[in-house]
């Protein structure tokens, strides 16, 4: 992501959006607003041995009075046998006042991996930049592996957390892939 990494990126007071995974060691967001049709990344966190609700108490500290929308794994739309009764990680996010869009189903890895991909350096134009201090995506983008000879991450490596988050981002809100059909919808409770 080198020539992705820009200093000159700065938080324009827009809403903000976050891409997240809900893997819990650890939980991974990655911080960012529009720019026209550009990502602007701001942040990265990586939260050891969290959960849903303590992310969602770090990104209210860190970023009060924003309107914040959550775009996460779809999987988060299943409940989960560590959540309270009837809670999913999109309610509890939407309860902590977040917006959650996210598609009815998640896209296949390979077609968010492409997506991002085209974000870092399409056609020759970067359309994903990069604030320096989002260390932990600098860093999962940098030593990301892939499994020998096929397209699947190397989960082994620790870095494709804060990858995931960044891909369930740029596919929900900027997708560039063409001829693609994707229902998505915002999660309310």
């Excluded at 009075?65 to 775009?71: F, Q």
């Excluded at 917006?99 to 077609?111: G, I, N, T």
Aim: with cysteine; hydrophobic share 40%.
């Amino acid at each position: 992501p080198v020539g992705n990494v820009d200093p000159t990126v700065a938080d324009t007071g827009a809403e903000l959006l976050v891409g997240q995974d809900f893997n819990v060691n650890p939980m991974a967001s990655v911080i960012a607003v529009r720019v026209a049709d550009e990502c602007h990344v701001l942040d990265a966190l990586e939260v050891p041995v969290s959960n849903t609700e303590e992310v969602a108490a770090e990104l209210k500290r860190r970023y009060p009075d924003r309107r914040i929308v959550v775009c996460p794994d779809p999987s988060g739309r299943a409940r989960k046998t560590s959540a309270p009764v009837g809670q999913t990680d999109f309610t509890l996010l939407s309860r902590a006042g977040f917006q959650v869009r996210a598609p009815m189903a998640a896209p296949v890895v390979v077609d968010r991996v492409n997506n991002t991909q085209a974000m870092l350096n399409g056609g020759g134009r970067r359309r994903l930049r990069i604030h320096p201090r989002a260390k932990a995506l600098i860093t999962g983008l940098a030593n990301l592996t892939y499994k020998e000879g096929t397209s699947i991450r190397d989960k082994a490596s620790g870095f494709d957390h804060v990858c995931d988050a960044l891909d369930y981002l740029l596919w929900q809100e900027f997708n560039v892939l063409q001829n693609r059909t994707v229902r998505t919808g915002d999660f309310s409770i």
